[in-house]
Nanobody, 120 residues
Framework: QVQLVESGGGLVQPGGSLRVSCAAS????????MGWYRQAPGKQRELVAT???????NYADSVKGRFTISRDNAKNTVSLQMNNLKPEDTAVYYC??????????????WGQGTQVSVSS
């Protein structure tokens, strides 16, 4: 079992910045992809950004150029630096870990979510 603990988030004015972080712990064999998803009220959960263990990153078009994902493989952490935030970025942000066990079983884990609110 792997636990994901998120930190950061909060309330910020439009144009401001926030950073959310996530630390994985527990019985970790290998985490192939770590990333962030978000879910706004009344909407489906959507991908924000992901980072593979080899350093490849992927971003939603809506956040490209504003958000930066960073991952520390040794510490099993992933962070999301969010700049120039817009009201439409308001959502609950969820950490995600796509992992492989020692028996080559794939398991996807989710954090509990952290609220990011952008409002004046």
């Amino acid at each position: 079992q792997v636990q994901l603990v998120e930190s950061g988030g909060g309330l910020v004015q439009p144009g401001g910045s926030l950073r959310v972080s996530c630390a994985a712990s527990g019985n970790i064999f290998r985490i192939d992809v770590m990333g962030w998803y978000r879910q706004a009220p009344g909407k489906q959960r959507e991908l924000v950004a992901t980072a593979t263990s080899t350093g490849s990153t992927n971003y939603a078009d809506s956040v490209k150029g504003r958000f930066t994902i960073s991952r520390d493989n040794a510490k099993n952490t992933v962070s999301l630096q969010m700049n120039n935030l817009k009201p439409e970025d308001t959502a609950v942000y969820y950490c995600n870990a796509d992992s492989t066990t020692a028996t080559m079983r794939r398991i996807v884990y989710w954090g509990q979510g952290t609220q990011v609110s952008v409002s004046s």
